[in-house]
């Protein structure tokens, strides 16, 4: 089960960069592998703030629909809070405190199951027990 993050949504949009196309592949590589493919609640937020800055707001809208409409979205429950809180205070006992946003996509990611794919793994690197793919 794979939960994709922002950076792999946004990339996946744009298939004409070259992260766009390896997203794009990567993506058939999970589907041939059986992954259920996903996304937090959180990352669709970020897809759709990059809505509301965008200059052709409903252009941006349908390439976000279109990204988003073949996906699970994955709700932000109380074992995904659980893990958010366990998460957020290992990270800043540790003294490497990440952004909220990032530790709520983890700990959706980690409630579910899922792994999570993204091109930053060095934001979720010291999340414990979360399995990062990059691609």
Known sequence: ??????????????????????????????????????TSRMNAAELYLGVELAKDRRRELESVHRVLANLEILSFDDRAAWLFARSTAHLRRIGRPAGDRDVLIAATALANGHCLVTRNASHFAAIPHLLVETY
């Open 1 to 38: 089960m794979a939960c994709l993050d922002t950076t792999f949504l946004v990339d996946l949009q744009r298939q004409n960069t070259e992260f766009g196309r390896r997203a794009a592949r990567r993506i058939v590589d999970l589907a041939g592998r059986g992954e259920t493919l996903a």
